[in-house]
């Protein structure tokens, strides 16, 4: 037996720590015993019921994980080894990892970085793996630093607090965009060199605007995203990877076609081991530490429903990292 965060909606929507046979695992080459899990927007999603996270039911949550391989019969695993799990569907289609044991491909799988516990690779989880593909997508298009200021939107968050982190080493002049004004101090020790209002981007706005950002990371879509966009200098690029505020963008063609902004839209559920690899490594190397910890808020797994709907609140900052074992 063992314990897990299970999610049924039969008769009625339901939610709450099972005990659970092993037999009722998913088939998979590779189970894991789970040190700790994480909660992410989509975790909230799902475990609060508002939005339609949950493909099949009932369901195991959590997206991510990291532990220890019990059993596998894949080639590239062994007992023993440390693994990293962001992503695939799990907790959407496929029994996830908020749980003490998780039954999952070996081929999902990336091999725990030496530079990271497994309590630091799920302090960065799927929110930090998606900001530093992020990252990628603005270096990718040829940004460097000292070309200009660097948008965050949604910058508590989980995404938005990582990519801060993550440009500031880097040597990007960072904005935060946020509703907290009381963050202010926690978003400059991140790294970020000012703070703007989202309320400034949240609102429908013109078409075409100021030019402002050498490039964006947005986690917020809806009118925040247009407003990037409206506001994104001529040839920057705007990397979306979210819908906080929204699943609609209210744009028009003129910021792509008279200025040339490029909209690069970053997926971390089904992007291939390649480049979920070099996500992982550059991690590694570019992620302060110490700045990671100051993001974090550790709970229990009984303590979950409660973080969710903080989540779904907005009384959650940075990332919540899941103890599930010893």
Aim: overall charge neutral.
């Amino acid at each position: 037996m063992f314990k897990a965060l299970l999610l049924d909606n039969t008769p009625d929507f339901r939610v709450g720590i099972t005990p659970l046979d092993e037999s009722r695992l998913p088939a998979g080459d590779v189970t894991v015993a789970l040190n700790y899990s994480t909660l992410n927007y989509k975790d909230a999603l799902a475990i609060t019921n508002k939005g339609p996270v949950v493909r099949q039911w009932p369901m195991v949550a959590g997206i991510d994980g990291a532990g220890t391989v019990l059993e596998s019969s894949h080639p590239n695993w062994k007992v023993g080894d440390q693994v990293v799990h962001n992503g695939w569907g799990v907790g959407e289609t496929r029994w996830g990892c908020l749980a003490e044991k998780a039954r999952l491909q070996g081929d999902w799988l990336v091999r725990l970085p030496g530079a990271f516990t497994p309590r630091q690779a799920m302090s960065i989880g799927t929110a930090g793996y998606t900001a530093m593909l992020c990252v990628l997508a603005l270096e990718d298009h040829g940004l460097q630093p000292g070309q200009g200021d660097v948008l965050v939107t949604g910058a508590t968050g989980g995404v938005g607090s990582v990519a801060i982190a993550l440009l500031a080493k880097l040597g990007y002049t960072v904005v935060a965009a946020t509703g907290k004004a009381s963050e202010e101090a926690y978003l400059k020790n991140l790294g970020a060199a000012s703070i703007i209002d989202r309320a400034d981007l949240s609102a429908p706005g013109k078409p075409l605007q100021k030019e402002r950002w050498v490039a964006v990371v947005d986690a917020v879509g809806s009118h925040t995203l247009a407003n990037a966009l409206a506001q994104t200098r001529y040839g920057g690029v705007v990397a979306a990877c979210g819908l906080a505020q929204g699943m609609d963008l209210p744009t028009s063609v003129m910021p792509f076609i008279l200025r040339g902004v490029t909209l690069a839209g970053v997926d971390s559920v089904m992007a291939p081991l390649a480049k979920r690899q070099r996500a992982w490594d550059r991690l590694a190397r570019d992620l302060d530490l110490t700045r990671l910890e100051s993001m974090v808020h550790e709970v229990a797994l009984q303590d979950c429903v409660a973080q969710a709907q903080a989540l779904m609140a907005g009384q959650v900052r940075g990332r919540v990292v899941v103890k599930i074992a010893d």
